[in-house]
């Protein structure tokens, strides 16, 4: 049974930092890309950044670069999304999600909310 589940959110003043997790089972995930996407109330979902298999290759959206880092442990099966300088607009539901050729898999999602 394949299962991405993250953890880590919550709430936080702006300026402040937050490490969402993404633990992944019942697949090869050390063959899988992974992501982390957001979405906000109203507003679309949003790829924030993504990692190749072997993490030799990341990408960012240009709202949160120099800010995010997007990382993998393979040994772990995890994944991980570290946010510093957090906005008030980086308030959304954070989905990490896998992808191998035509497979794709999600996350149920976790909140982070930054607000003073």
């Known amino acids: 049974q394949v299962q991405l589940v993250e953890s880590g959110g919550g709430l936080v003043q702006p300026g402040g930092s937050l490490r969402l997790s993404c633990a992944a089972s019942?697949?090869?995930?050390?063959?899988?890309?992974m992501s982390w996407y957001r979405q906000a109330p109203g507003k679309e979902r949003e790829l924030v950044a993504s990692?190749?298999?072997?993490?030799?290759?990341?990408n960012y959206v240009d709202s949160v670069k120099g800010r995010f880092t997007i990382s993998r442990d393979n040994a772990k099966n995890t994944a991980y999304l570290q946010m510093n300088s957090l906005k008030p607009e980086d308030t959304a539901v954070y989905y990490c999600?896998?992808?191998?050729?035509?497979?794709?898999?999600w996350g149920q999602g976790t909140q982070v909310s930054v607000s003073s």
């Open positions: 999600s896998a992808r191998r050729q035509r497979n794709e898999y």
């Open positions: 019942g697949f090869t995930f050390s063959t899988y890309a």
């Open positions: 990692i190749t298999s072997v993490g030799d290759s990341t």
